[in-house]
């Protein structure tokens, strides 16, 4: 039978009572807690009734991995009063009573104020970390993406998972707000409050398991990342991110085990930081542009369009692209043709004819308005061309060429030819599109 185990098990702040409760109750088993490496460690032993008692020291750090020199001075005083420390870890203190007449550590107003304040900092730098995420991640869909995200489930799933994220920390604050206010109210009334238990359901049920929807936002980022490469011919790409992952959990693994001082923790966590911007970005970076190499070309029966069904074209196809997209709220279809003398012509752009264009296609009015604002908010000098399109709207724009943005009911065209079309032209681009 082994005599020591380990138990990943997390405490929020206001949850003190609970903490030492639920190291009391393994005491009485016969498992006696020595202290944080990778998770509570508990040692098999005679079970016994000790009582314990966990406080929030407020010149602690969520940087300190074990008990500082002041966390030390803090103990001796604690021992006078006749309590041992244990263990220390982030603002954490877990003391032993040694003696039957040992004192409490702190006045209830003190523990009320250290574990009201120790929350609301933990709180701020956590809501501050998931709401400039999710800024980011929002202000590309709204901005920058938007056309490409929205027809991407996957995306959806981490735009939403991310404002969960945000509404869960928000009401983590909201509870802990309550719950100040009535252990306060309990000290006017000369009650001594209990931290942790019923009244703090919410916030246990957030802070211990969250760990279940970060590691799904997570999968859900890998899937994301797994697609995309795949849909580039390079799913290999998920080796980057999986590799990065594995070592950020070797190195948190080694921080958990090594217990460095707090400024060490600070040292190597900037130094950390500082390899992930020098190193591992730039390498995922040239990774992503340097892979898949060059697809092969597309047969003209594989294109929905192409220069030579509407106009004559001289020459061959010498470089294609494609793209598609499609989830819940529509699809979009992206396609790309130049013709050229030969296979080597297409590094020269006089000698190539272009060709490109998206098809978004939605049952969602909005979605289409959307495309169209933005498409529209960029256009150089756009001039109306909805009669000669016989859509709903239309516009052509650009210094060179045709460049064309129309929308049906259903449907919204984007595209790019070298040269303005006519009215026959266009109608054999809508017939092959199916506009």
């Known amino acids: 039978m082994k005599n020591r185990k380990r ?3 997390q405490f929020h702040y206001w949850e003190c009572d609970t903490f030492a409760e639920y190291l009391h109750n393994m005491s009485a088993r016969g498992w006696h807690f020595k202290g944080w490496k990778l998770g509570l460690i508990f040692e098999k032993g005679e079970p016994e009734d000790i009582e314990y008692a966990v ?4 010149k602690g750090s969520e940087m300190d991995t074990r008990p500082e020199p002041e966390a030390q001075e803090y103990a001796e005083y604690c021992g006078a009063a006749g309590w041992k420390l244990v263990d220390g870890r982030r603002k954490f203190c877990v003391f032993r009573k040694e003696r039957r007449d040992a004192v409490p550590i702190v006045t209830p107003e003190e523990r009320l104020y250290n574990i009201k304040r120790a929350g609301r900092v933990q709180w701020f730098w956590e809501f501050a970390g998931i709401g400039f995420v999710t800024g980011m991640i929002w202000f590309q869909f709204l901005t920058l993406n938007f056309e490409r995200w929205i027809f991407f489930d996957l995306m959806l799933l981490l735009l939403v998972g991310s404002l969960l994220g ?14 100040a206010h009535y252990k306060r109210k309990e000290l006017l009334e000369g009650r001594i ?20 929807v970060e590691i799904g936002a997570y999968s859900l980022i890998a899937g994301t990342y797994l697609l995309i490469a795949g849909m580039r011919g390079s799913a290999y790409l998920l080796l980057v991110p999986v590799s990065a992952g594995l070592v950020m959990l070797l190195f948190m693994a080694v921080l958990e085990i090594w217990r460095p001082s707090r400024a060490n923790n600070w040292a190597v966590q900037m130094l950390a930081a500082l390899g992930i911007t020098i190193v591992l970005i730039p390498v995922i970076i040239v990774v992503v542009m340097t892979s898949g190499g060059e697809k092969p070309v597309l047969s003209k029966a594989d294109i929905p369009l192409t220069q030579a069904d509407y106009k004559e074209v001289s020459g061959q196809i010498v470089h294609t692209d494609e793209g598609h997209l499609e989830g819940i709220l529509g699809s979009m279809r992206y396609f790309q043709v130049e013709y050229g003398e030969s296979a080597d012509s297409k590094e020269e752009e006089e000698n190539t004819d272009t060709l490109w264009y998206y098809v978004f296609q939605t049952e969602h009015p909005w979605i289409l308005n959307k495309v169209w604002q933005r498409y529209e908010k960029n256009a150089y000098q756009p001039r109306n061309c909805t009669a000669k399109w016989e859509a709903v709207s239309a516009f052509e724009g650009g210094m060179a060429g045709g460049l064309y943005t129309v929308r049906f009911q259903d449907k919204l065209l984007y595209m790019y030819s070298d040269e303005s079309l006519d009215v026959e032209q266009i109608q054999i681009i809508k017939n092959k599109l199916q506009l």
């Open 7 to 9: 138990i990943l098990k």
């Open 55 to 58: 406080e929030v020291f407020p």
């Open 166 to 179: 945000c509404l869960e920390k928000l009401t983590e604050g909201i509870a802990m707000l309550i719950t």
């Open 193 to 212: 409050p209990f931290y942790g238990g019923k009244g703090q359901v919410i916030i246990r049920y957030l802070k211990n398991y969250m760990w279940v």
